[in-house]
């Protein structure tokens, strides 16, 4: 039995005659229940970019994908997402990497580290869509930097949130190139130079764990 029903059975019988009984009994009905655990479906989640290669023959945009997006969040919302080089199309597009390069692969390129209000998702009705700037904070090598996003959920069902950005989001492709890991991930694809701006869309699903 809950915590919360258990102690209103129990004040019920012993306060029932008395205003104080009431008013306790009244108060931890309202208590809120502890909110439910979420967690990203990797199966159905995913950050998609546009990178733009500068070639000479002209501006040449080229999509790709870090998916299996993996994370739980903690009670009061915070979720921890790592994003290793495995997770990316890179190795699709590579090949087989020499053996060297294997633990570099699993080695995050970068953590995103952010907090939503679980108690806000709870009461969220199915069907319907609520719009949050959450603050995310992105560590990289040794840099973290931290900047506000929007970001939109939508209940599909009890059980399963959508999570998309509501607005249109952009990397700085020259700190991009500066920071020494992605850079290194970016020349191994090819890109000695790219555009200034990298459109960057996310597509996923956090189900109740």
Do not use: K
């Not at 209103?8 to 009994?25: D, K, M, Q, T, Y």
């Amino acid at each position: 039995m809950p915590l919360r029903s258990l102690a209103c059975s129990l004040a019920r019988p012993l306060f029932r005659s008395s205003a104080l009984g009431a008013a306790l009994v009244a108060l931890l009905a309202a208590l809120p229940t502890a909110a439910a655990a979420w967690e990203l479906d990797p199966a159905q989640s995913r950050v998609a970019a546009t990178v733009v290669q500068i070639a000479p023959e002209g501006p040449i945009p080229r999509q790709h994908e870090v998916r299996r997006l993996s994370g739980t969040t903690e009670a009061d919302g915070t979720l921890v997402l790592p994003l290793r080089l495995a997770q990316s199309d890179v190795i699709e597009r590579m090949g087989p990497l020499p053996p060297w390069l294997s633990g570099f692969t699993e080695r995050p390129m970068a953590t995103l580290t952010t907090r939503f209000p679980p108690e806000r998702l709870e009461r969220l009705p199915v069907g319907e869509s609520l719009v949050e700037v959450l603050m995310l904070s992105v560590q990289s090598g040794n840099s973290t930097r931290s900047e506000p996003l929007a970001v939109r959920f939508t209940r599909e069902s009890p059980a399963r949130v959508r999570v998309t950005n509501a607005e249109r989001v952009a990397l700085d492709g020259r700190e991009l190139m500066a920071d020494p890991t992605l850079r290194s991930v970016l020349l191994l694809l090819g890109y000695e130079q790219i555009g200034d701006e990298v459109p960057v869309s996310l597509d996923a699903v956090l189900v109740r764990r």
